[in-house]
């Protein structure tokens, strides 16, 4: 009995101790300004020391202003609020994200492997949306798009990792803040991961059935 009831106990505490576990990631003090100088570590960058932070740290006047979209070839820009950009972020699970695009510019389709993102319309109208992941071929949901026009005061979520997409079909600059729940969301855009870097032409030629020339020519873009 004595051994059976020690096997529970031992059980019991191996529980416990998987609970306490699974709360690691969440924030574990009041805030952690990032130091970072000292490099990221295995789930977020090292704390400076907590008397050193100031107002200022929890504050952050980068997304206050449009960027210029015509500096892109895409006429479309994303003005970043990530952990790097925002360090007080660091370990509270967010970020943030200013799009603002031309009149028929876009954001390119890209993902955040890291993140679930809603896009919120500040000016403006976006056509966007996300396409599902190819479910075991099930054509009824494989790759299905999901998109609309996003005007002024309206919102939309793209799910973690999927691929997504802005376009601006109206007239007017159309800006959008989006929060995403990472503080490092992560991002792919496809044109660049494919054509910017360095993946052997041939396979890029076959794979999108292109000519050399054309995929040249896209290289010359986006390396």
Known sequence: MKLLAAMILAAGLLSAV??????????????????????PVSNGF????????????????G??????????????TATLAFVRQWPALNTQGLSLIRLDINPGGVVNPHTHNLATEILYVLEGEMYTGFVTNNFGNDPTISNKLYAKVVKKGEAFIFPRGLLHFQLNKGKVLASSLNVLNSQNPGIQ????ALFGSGIDREMLEKSFFMNATQVAALENIFQ
Request: proline share 11%.
């Open 18 to 39: 998987h609970i306490v576990h699974a709360a690691d990631p969440d924030p574990l003090q009041d805030f952690c300004i990032a130091d970072i100088a000292a490099g």
């Open 46 to 61: 090292p704390c400076k020391l907590p008397a050193l932070a100031s107002t200022d740290d929890f504050a952050f006047s």
């Open 189 to 192: 855009l496809m044109p660049l």
């Open 63 to 76: 997304l206050a202003e449009a960027a210029d979209p015509s500096v892109s070839a895409t006429n479309g």
